[in-house]
């Protein structure tokens, strides 16, 4: 065997393709007869990501201890998230760990093309504001310089502005090497941030206040809620703990609070619908869509067709959005690089007129 003595879990991500591929690759070689040691082998072998290969050897080397996979993927919390510890326990306990793999797979495949639209809406914007930023940081450390010092060296008078540019871009154009270093540290500071989640908050903090920023953001929650909760009640886990867990992959802060409220009133008999009923931060058509699915006893169908429907909305507004930011975005960077081309032309149209009235009066 390739499996190596387990030291504990790692950490740091795995990409959601390689997570996908490893849930579609097990529910295959499950079902084809295969037992679970000799597959983790095959696609230990095939897999290229190096924490997922530490994963993958951890796990053979677990295996043939005795030890039960869901108790091996608890070691590792930064790569699979509860709804996955759930599923792959109560597939344990059920003898059903392809079918398992097989939700894992459907679930995980509609966050990743969730996501991927989220990000290919942000994906303009971005490229948009990274070029105009980097243009304009090239005229403000090469260009602006050599205007500035021919204007400056005339003694000719300037409107503020435009004079407190050109002394900002010749002071900084000779400090060169320590903007570069400050900017390479600024950078450093901003991935660390990143990684550790304080950009994200602070960006969620600022725009939570927009309207239709706000509603996007819900109905993404509502079609991740939706969809895990539906795959976790299909997996046969107890409401209580599917609810419990599916709200944990709420992000808006105001279900926060619901997290450990929602579960405790179902524990004391309360049915789903009259308890989120209770909460206006869920949708009107979400509490009537959940009381239908408990009266007809489809209620993993109905939260189902619910995640479709929330997608489904998010792609829309994701493609709104994008409408909305393209002319919005241009309009800004139009502003923006107009102000300061006036503010270098405005002296130069000085100079020609003063040259011109000189000529004149000759």
């Given at each position: 065997?390739?499996?190596?003595?387990?030291?504990?879990?790692?950490?740091?991500?795995?990409?959601?393709?390689?997570?996908?591929?490893?849930?579609?690759?097990?529910?295959?070689?499950?079902?084809?007869?295969?037992?679970?040691?000799?597959?983790?082998?095959?696609?230990q072998?095939?897999?290229?990501?190096?924490?997922?290969?530490?994963?993958?050897?951890?796990?053979?080397?677990?295996?043939?201890?005795?030890?039960?996979?869901?108790?091996?993927?608890?070691r590792?919390?930064d790569v699979?998230?509860?709804?996955?510890?759930?599923?792959?326990?109560?597939?344990?306990?059920?003898?059903?760990?392809?079918?398992?793999?097989?939700?894992?797979?459907?679930?995980?495949?509609?966050?990743?093309?969730?996501?991927?639209?989220?990000?290919?809406?942000?994906?303009?914007?971005v490229?948009v504001?990274?070029?105009?930023g980097?243009?304009?940081?090239?005229?403000?450390?090469?260009?602006?310089?050599?205007?500035?010092?021919?204007?400056?060296?005339?003694?000719?008078?300037?409107?503020?502005?435009?004079?407190?540019?050109?002394?900002?871009?010749?002071?900084?154009?000779?400090?060169?090497?320590?903007v570069?270093?400050?900017?390479?540290?600024?950078?450093?500071?901003?991935?660390?941030?990143?990684?550790?989640?304080?950009i994200?908050?602070?960006?969620?903090?600022?725009?939570?206040?927009?309207?239709?920023?706000?509603?996007?953001?819900?109905?993404?929650?509502?079609?991740?809620?939706?969809?895990?909760?539906?795959?976790?009640?299909?997996?046969?886990?107890?409401?209580?703990?599917?609810?419990?867990?599916?709200?944990?992959?709420?992000?808006?802060?105001?279900?926060?609070?619901l997290?450990?409220?929602?579960?405790?009133?179902?524990?004391?008999?309360?049915q789903?619908?009259?308890?989120?009923?209770e909460?206006?931060?869920?949708?009107?058509?979400?509490?009537?869509?959940?009381?239908?699915?408990?009266?007809?006893?489809?209620?993993?169908?109905?939260?189902?067709?619910?995640?479709?429907?929330?997608?489904?909305?998010?792609?829309?507004e994701?493609?709104?959005?994008?409408?909305?930011?393209?002319?919005?975005?241009?309009?800004?960077?139009?502003?923006?690089?107009?102000?300061?081309?006036?503010?270098?032309?405005?002296?130069?149209?000085?100079?020609?007129?003063?040259?011109?009235?000189a000529?004149?009066?000759?």
């Amino acid at each position: 065997r390739t499996g190596t003595k387990s030291k504990g879990g790692a950490h740091g991500r795995v990409p959601q393709v390689e997570k996908i591929t490893f849930c579609r690759y097990l529910n295959v070689m499950l079902k084809s007869g295969l037992s679970l040691s000799d597959g983790l082998e095959v696609l230990q072998q095939e897999t290229k990501h190096p924490l997922m290969k530490k994963i993958l050897s951890d796990m053979l080397y677990s295996l043939e201890q005795g030890q039960q996979l869901s108790d091996i993927f608890s070691r590792y919390p930064d790569v699979f998230e509860p709804y996955f510890l759930t599923l792959t326990k109560a597939g344990e306990m059920s003898g059903k760990l392809a079918d398992v793999f097989h939700f894992l797979e459907i679930e995980m495949r509609s966050e990743y093309r969730l996501n991927a639209k989220v990000k290919g809406a942000l994906m303009y914007p971005v490229i948009v504001l990274s070029a105009s930023g980097g243009i304009g940081l090239l005229m403000f450390f090469f260009i602006l310089p050599q205007i500035g010092k021919v204007f400056l060296s005339m003694k000719m008078p300037l409107p503020a502005m435009t004079k407190f540019l050109f002394d900002a871009s010749i002071y900084l154009s000779k400090q060169i090497v320590f903007v570069g270093i400050g900017f390479v540290a600024l950078g450093i500071l901003l991935v660390v941030l990143f990684r550790q989640g304080i950009i994200q908050r602070l960006v969620s903090y600022v725009i939570r206040p927009i309207p239709f920023v706000r509603d996007l953001i819900k109905k993404i929650d509502m079609a991740r809620f939706n969809r895990i909760f539906s795959t976790l009640l299909k997996a046969a886990v107890p409401i209580t703990d599917a609810l419990e867990i599916s709200l944990q992959s709420l992000s808006w802060y105001e279900f926060a609070a619901l997290k450990t409220i929602l579960p405790d009133e179902i524990r004391k008999g309360k049915q789903l619908s009259a308890a989120i009923k209770e909460h206006p931060v869920f949708p009107s058509l979400m509490v009537q869509m959940i009381a239908a699915g408990e009266k007809t006893a489809t209620l993993d169908d109905t939260l189902l067709d619910m995640a479709v429907f929330y997608e489904e909305e998010v792609d829309e507004e994701l493609k709104s959005l994008t409408q909305i930011l393209e002319p919005v975005i241009m309009l800004i960077v139009g502003v923006i690089v107009g102000a300061l081309i006036l503010s270098v032309i405005s002296p130069i149209y000085s100079l020609v007129g003063s040259v011109q009235q000189a000529a004149g009066g000759r």
